[in-house]
Every structure is written in structure tokens, then in C-alpha cells.
């Protein structure tokens, strides 16, 4: 199953992967984690990254198509994946497009999650995220049983640096701009599947679920 997850900054896009996941066994590749990953570790790539993240803007094309080249070329990629926040841009779709065909495989569904704008910011500026496990919360939908405490592991819940209001602003102009097309890019190809993302998680979870056994 080759799929790829759409939606702006907090549609649920994380949250959503998390569940296909536990259904699904194919790797979680997220742009977004392997960059922060960089960045905590220091790594020249982080360095590169953290210029743009911090300013709510897209890490340019080239970099961002490189490592997901490399990671597609895993052999646990070999059944499949499930891309999180890539593509983001037309030429990463085509660039997507063009690796695939190169290696015999195909995209089956670009499942994109709707939620209006205002309610994005609220999803945003409430999450908080554990140090160590990298589980996500909402301080008000979905809180922790103790005050920044990870349920899971006991880790330190941390909110993420570009998750203030300026920047999440940024990041949601950004997203119109630049990542928007590829819903209609998607769908000229057949394999968009618009989901509506303003719903409990579950509900969301069943109806994305609901896309995928129909992929055979
Ligand atoms: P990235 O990490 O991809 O961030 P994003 O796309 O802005 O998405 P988010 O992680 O903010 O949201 P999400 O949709 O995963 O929502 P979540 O499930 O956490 O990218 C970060 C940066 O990296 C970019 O700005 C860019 O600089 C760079 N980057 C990444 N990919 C790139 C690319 N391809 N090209 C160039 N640059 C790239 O949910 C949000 C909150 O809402 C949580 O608190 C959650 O608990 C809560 N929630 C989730 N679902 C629900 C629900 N149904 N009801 C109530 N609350 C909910
Ligand atoms: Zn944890």
C-alpha cells in the first residue's frame, strides 16, 4: 500500500498516521519528524532545516526530495508507506512521481484531511509533545492524566518552537500558497480522497480506513 496523508499544519495528520499504523504494518515516513530529528541531533541537514522551520517556511525542494529518496529506497519500504507532510509542492509530487516509476511502484490514495482555519490554530497552539516518546496531545482535546507528563513513558510534554501564533500563521499562508494545488493536482490523477478532519479522531480514523480496505 503506497499512500500518502495531505492537510494543513494540524489537520491530524500525525494523530491519523499513529492509528493507520497500528492497522497497517508500513512505515510512517514524516518529512516533518525526520527534520526535527535533525535538528535535536545537530546534524548538518537540522542546521539547514531549522532556518526554514523557525520561520514557518518550506525546506527548499532539493533537500527535502533527497532524503526522502533515501528513505524510500529502505528495503521496509519494499510493501509499502504512508507519507506524512510530502509531498508539499508540485515539483516534490513530480519528483515523487518520477522515483516511482523509476522502481516499479505507483501511488494508491492521497487521503486529504479538511478542517477549516480557525479551528487548525486552536489544534496547533494546544499541542504538546513528550520529549522522549514523541506522543502528541492536546492540552484540551486530548489531555495528559498529569500536568506535562507523558501517559505513556513518564517523559516531559513539550510544545514545539514553531507552533506560536506568528509562525503557525506563516505556516498556514505557506500551506495555501504552495501545497494546496497538489488537491487538485491529486485529483486530476483519481487517487484523491478528501476526508472530513473536523470530527472526533475515531470518526475521522474510520472513514480514512473505510479508503484503504477499498484499496485491495
Ligand atoms: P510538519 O511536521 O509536517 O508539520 P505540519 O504539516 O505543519 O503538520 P503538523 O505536524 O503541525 O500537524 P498534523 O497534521 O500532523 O497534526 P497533529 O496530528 O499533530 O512540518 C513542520 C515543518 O517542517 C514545516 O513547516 C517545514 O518547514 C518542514 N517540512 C516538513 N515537510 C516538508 C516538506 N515536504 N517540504 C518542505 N518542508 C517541509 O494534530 C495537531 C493537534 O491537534 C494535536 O495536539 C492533536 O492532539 C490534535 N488533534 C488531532 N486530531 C484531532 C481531532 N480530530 N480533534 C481534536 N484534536 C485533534
Ligand atoms: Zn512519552
Redesign the pocket.
Known amino acids: 500500500m503506497n499512500i500518502i ?1 495531505m ?11 499513529e492509528k493507520i499504523k497500528a492497522s497497517y504494518p508500513i512505515p510512517h515516513i ?7 530529528e535533525a535538528v535535536s541531533n545537530g546534524t548538518p541537514l537540522g542546521m539547514e ?1 531549522k532556518k ?2 523557525d520561520e ?6 532539493e ?2 526530495i533527497g532524503i ?1 529518496k533515501e528513505r524510500l529506497m529502505q528495503p521496509d519500504c519494499a510493501s509499502g508507506f504512508l507519507l ?6 508540485v515539483v ?1 509530487a513530480e519528483a515523487l512521481d518520477q522515483l516511482l516509476a523509476e522502481i516499479g511502484k505507483k501511488l494508491e490514495a492521497a487521503i486529504n ?1 479538511q ?1 477549516p482555519d480557525e479551528i487548525l490554530i486552536e ?2 497552539t ?4 513528550c520529549k522522549e516518546c514523541k506522543t ?4 484540551k ?2 489531555p495528559p492524566a498529569k500536568e506535562n507528563v507523558c501517559d505513556r513513558c513518564g517523559g516531559e510534554l513539550v510544545a ?1 518552537s ?2 506560536r501564533g506568528d509562525i503557525v500563521k506563516k ?1 498556514l499562508e ?2 495555501n500558497e504552495q501545497t494546496n494545488p497538489l488537491i487538485e493536482y491529486y485529483a486530476k490523477t483519481g487517487i484523491l480522497y478528501n476526508i472530513d ?5 475515531e ?2 480514523f474510520a472513514d480514512i480506513k473505510k479508503v484503504l480496505e477499498n484499496l485491495g
Open positions: 496523508l492537510g494543513p499544519p494540524g489537520a491530524g495528520k500525525g494523530t491519523q498516521a514524516s518529512t516533518g519528524d525526520m527534520f526535527r532545516a526554514y522551520m514557518g517556511k518550506l525546506v527548499p525542494d533537500v527535502t526522502v506524512d507532510g510530502f509531498p508539499r509542492t516534490q484531511i478542517v489544534r496547533v494546544g499541542r504538546v509533545t502528541v496531545y492536546h492540552l482535546f486530548n514545539r514553531d507552533d505556516r505557506v500551506y478532519g473536523n470530527r472526533g479522531t470518526e475521522v
